[in-house]
């Protein structure tokens, strides 16, 4: 196990710390991405007001599955390889900074904001109004 340790260090000669960030944040978004494709062949997703429809054949999920099996194991041969550390994230940290970058997305569905698309009726300025702030308010809340 030393051998090992002392290889991955010696790949890390050639690296400075910027380099061996970089690698590692974009091996951790890649299999946070594969992550998620998983999550959507083997499940339905569907929301209120988003649907991710499975068109797959059987044939092309068990292709896909497959291929994403290969990558997950190549990075973690790769990040072994060169001793990289996983990148920690606090889900708490996630679940704030989502949320208000979703507030700020949700603010400008406001009805004196969507003027720049043109005028909103008044008949429903009230009522759009009312939903938004609502939204703005439960995002608020989560903490």
Same mark, same amino acid.
């Given at each position: 196990? =030393?051998?090992?340790?002392?290889?991955?260090?010696?790949?890390? =000669?050639?690296?400075?710390?910027?380099?061996?960030?970089?690698?590692?944040?974009? @091996?951790?978004? +890649?299999?946070? =991405?594969?992550?998620?494709?998983? &999550?959507?062949?083997?499940?339905?997703?569907?929301?209120?007001?988003?649907?991710?429809?499975?068109?797959?054949?059987?044939?092309?999920?068990?292709?896909?599955?497959?291929?994403?099996?290969?990558?997950?194991?190549?990075?973690?041969?790769?990040?072994?390889?060169?001793?990289?550390?996983?990148?920690?994230?606090? @889900?708490?940290?996630?679940?704030?900074?989502?949320?208000?970058?979703?507030?700020?997305?949700?603010?400008?569905?406001?009805?004196?904001? @969507?003027?720049?698309? &043109?005028?909103?009726?008044?008949?429903?300025? =009230?009522?759009?109004?009312?939903?938004?702030?609502?939204?703005?308010? +439960?995002?608020?809340?989560?903490?």
């Amino acid at each position: 196990m =030393n051998s090992e340790i002392n290889a991955s260090e010696n790949k890390q =000669n050639g690296l400075n710390e910027n380099h061996i960030r970089a690698i590692s944040i974009t @091996l951790s978004e +890649l299999e946070k =991405n594969i992550d998620e494709i998983e &999550g959507f062949i083997k499940d339905m997703h569907r929301g209120r007001m988003y649907e991710i429809k499975n068109d797959l054949t059987d044939l092309q999920k068990e292709i896909f599955l497959e291929q994403i099996q290969q990558l997950r194991e190549s990075i973690c041969q790769f990040a072994d390889e060169f001793g990289l550390v996983a990148e920690s994230e606090s @889900l708490s940290y996630l679940i704030r900074g989502t949320f208000s970058i979703e507030w700020v997305n949700v603010c400008e569905m406001e009805p004196k904001r @969507l003027s720049g698309y &043109g005028d909103v009726g008044k008949d429903i300025w =009230n009522s759009l109004d009312n939903y938004i702030k609502k939204l703005e308010k +439960l995002i608020n809340n989560i903490k």
